[in-house]
């Protein structure tokens, strides 16, 4: 058997995010964005209720202040398309991309107890967006706590003004 038909059904084996939607980009970005791809796909949980049609292709896109998750089957076929209010997450974002910002300039300064207590701060806002994202798709899609915080991530980088 390959290793392909050894994996789960529901999971994202394919993610992509409409590049045109990425208005500013840093190196620190850059990087956050990778990892996070890179991460997804090699472990999640993904689970669209009413589809048994996985793996997944999934496109991440924001347009009209929504949060568009275009699902596809693995020969590009769309099968579903889940919007969410990008409303809820605004102050989770914002906050987070500020302590980022200090946390990056923490590195730079080399000090490494600003650097901890920056982290702790930065994953606790991470985790509360990750919780929100999963709260809001709880009926629509079922994610496990590392894909929704990878998820969130990737949320992150298309939010960026």
Do not use: W
């Not at 793996?55 to 949060?67: F, G, I, Q, T």
């Not at 929704?148 to 939010?159: A, D, I, P």
């Amino acid at each position: 058997m390959s290793e392909e038909a050894m994996k789960p059904k529901e999971r994202i084996a394919k993610i992509a995010l409409d590049e045109g939607t990425i208005i500013r980009r840093t190196p620190e970005i850059d990087h956050e964005r990778a990892i996070a791809l890179s991460d997804l796909l090699d472990t999640n949980t993904f689970a669209p209720v009413g589809l048994d049609a996985g793996p997944y292709d999934v496109l991440l896109s924001v347009s009209d202040n929504r949060l568009n998750i275009i699902i596809k089957d693995m020969s590009e076929a769309e099968l579903s398309r889940v919007a969410l209010p990008l409303a809820p997450f605004r102050s989770i974002i914002k906050d987070y991309f500020i302590i980022c910002g200090s946390y990056f300039d923490a590195i730079k300064q080399g000090s490494i107890l600003r650097i901890e207590s920056i982290d702790m701060a930065r994953r606790g806002l991470h985790n509360e967006g990750s919780e929100l994202l999963s709260n809001l798709l709880k009926d629509r899609i079922v994610l496990d706590f590392e894909t929704s915080r990878r998820l969130f991530t990737l949320v992150c980088v298309l939010h960026i003004k």
